[in-house]
């Protein structure tokens, strides 16, 4: 059962899903009301995406009590709902929604449950021909979206398949098609599929026409689920969670590009150390020509065969020698510079090999594997560590494990904390 706002759904699973290091306040509630309880029931609300599971448990003294686990499947407002049947009294839900968001309905905990707002449209699987070219302007145009408001139950992919399979629409061949498609739907003869088009997919308990593509038919409903929603919600809440640390791992990167840039800079200055050596030379060998208040002096390069002039920019501030010195100090500094600044180099193309390799894993990262990331960060010293982080650090990472056709093992590692558990500590000397 999942309230998720893009993948909301109920459906019977062979799928394992890994259970969160701490339970959320609704799973406690439900422990507490529905452990050991028996389900008598499974309704659902007319031709609403609503479920209600009817439930038989047993209080603290020991008396049997009715509870109602009310399943509202509504895109973004999806919602799960506890509900005490003989107070008809909220018990709590997935998603507390107050009177300042909704007015018509209140979902908190002590509130009387209310379903929501009947929307007085006719049942598809009761229309007739009449029913629906009474509904149908054809003169209107959007035939699907028409089917969508005057039908219960009907979404606007069914819709169109709907249209798409009258053709060429008219009164004869939009209620052929609408009143087929019921009988089918009625009738139970479903052929679960997921059709893959323009790097999408769509799946429906029918096989799609509207769509030219590829068709991956299944034996159950819930087999084709399970194929649809794999892994979907998990990358989606990966997404949502690595933000900040996507965020913070690319400024990190993008500050140390810019550092780059301005080293290599510094080592093009300090490699050109000579020149301030030769323009101190020369500017001592004509001091006599030089008066304090001059910005520059043309003087003959003695080291050059053709005796070409040199111009040296002087600091008006300074005298003749206080000139001299400051390019023997510039050829000083540079030289000591040089070897710092590759050792600088060095270390922030490292940096941003690092935080490359970070980027990477994020793509590929699960919710377990996000908080390995943080807490390697914060080790670092990128992010600020976190008191409540500090008995968890001592956890061993968990690695996934593979068997190839041969039998042999493979153990990945797919961060960086991973990859040093398994290499200095899980792995032994004989292992590739």
Do not use: W
């Amino acid at each position: 059962v999942s309230a998720h706002p893009s993948y909301a759904r109920i459906q019977v699973t062979d799928d394992i899903f890994e259970n969160p290091q701490e339970p959320p306040m609704f799973c406690m509630i439900l422990r507490k009301h529905l452990e050991g309880a028996i389900i008598e029931e499974i309704n659902q609300v007319e031709m609403d995406r609503i479920i209600i599971l009817k439930i038989k448990s047993r209080d603290e003294l020991g008396d049997i009590r009715y509870k109602r686990l009310i399943i509202e499947i509504m895109g973004r407002h999806s919602n799960i709902i506890l509900v005490d049947e003989e107070t008809e009294m909220i018990l709590d839900s997935v998603k507390h929604i107050p009177t300042a968001l909704n007015s018509y309905r209140t979902i908190l905990p002590g509130a009387k449950y209310i379903l929501p707002p009947a929307q007085n449209k006719i049942s598809p699987l009761n229309a007739t021909k009449e029913d629906i070219l009474r509904i149908i302007d054809f003169n209107a145009g959007k035939l699907d979206k028409q089917i969508v408001g005057g039908f219960s139950g009907i979404s606007p992919l069914l819709a169109k398949e709907i249209v798409h399979r009258a053709g060429l629409a008219n009164r004869e061949t939009l209620p052929s098609a609408f009143l087929m498609m019921m009988n089918k739907l009625e009738a139970h003869q479903y052929s679960p599929s997921i059709t893959i088009f323009e790097n999408k997919e769509e799946f429906y308990l029918i096989p799609l026409t509207l769509m030219a593509g590829e068709i991956k038919p299944f034996a159950t409903l819930s087999e084709m689920l399970d194929r649809f929603y794999f892994g979907k919600a998990d990358r989606d809440r990966v997404k949502q969670q690595a933000h900040d640390l996507e965020r913070l791992i690319k400024n990190e990167k993008e500050k140390n590009e810019g550092k780059l840039g301005k080293l290599k800079q510094t080592l093009a200055e300090a490699e050109n150390a000579d020149q301030h050596q030769l323009l101190g030379e020369l500017l001592t060998a004509n001091l006599h020509q030089v008066q304090k208040g001059m910005k520059d002096i043309s003087v003959p390069n003695y080291y050059d065969e053709h005796y070409q002039e040199v111009i040296i920019l002087l600091d008006p501030r300074k005298s003749p020698s206080e000139n001299a010195q400051m390019y023997f100090t510039k050829y000083q500094k540079a030289k000591n510079a040089v070897q710092v600044v590759k050792d600088q180099i060095e270390k922030t193309l490292g940096e941003i090999e690092y935080f490359d390799g970070l980027i990477q894993q994020l793509d590929s990262a699960s919710p377990r594997d996000l908080e390995e990331i943080r807490e390697e960060l914060r080790e670092e010293g990128y992010l600020r560590s976190q008191k409540k982080n500090k008995k968890k650090s001592n956890a061993k990472p968990v690695i996934e494990r593979y068997q190839a056709s041969d039998g042999t093992e493979i153990f990945v590692g797919k961060n960086n904390k991973q990859n040093d558990y398994l290499t200095n500590k899980l792995a032994s000397r004989d292992d590739i």
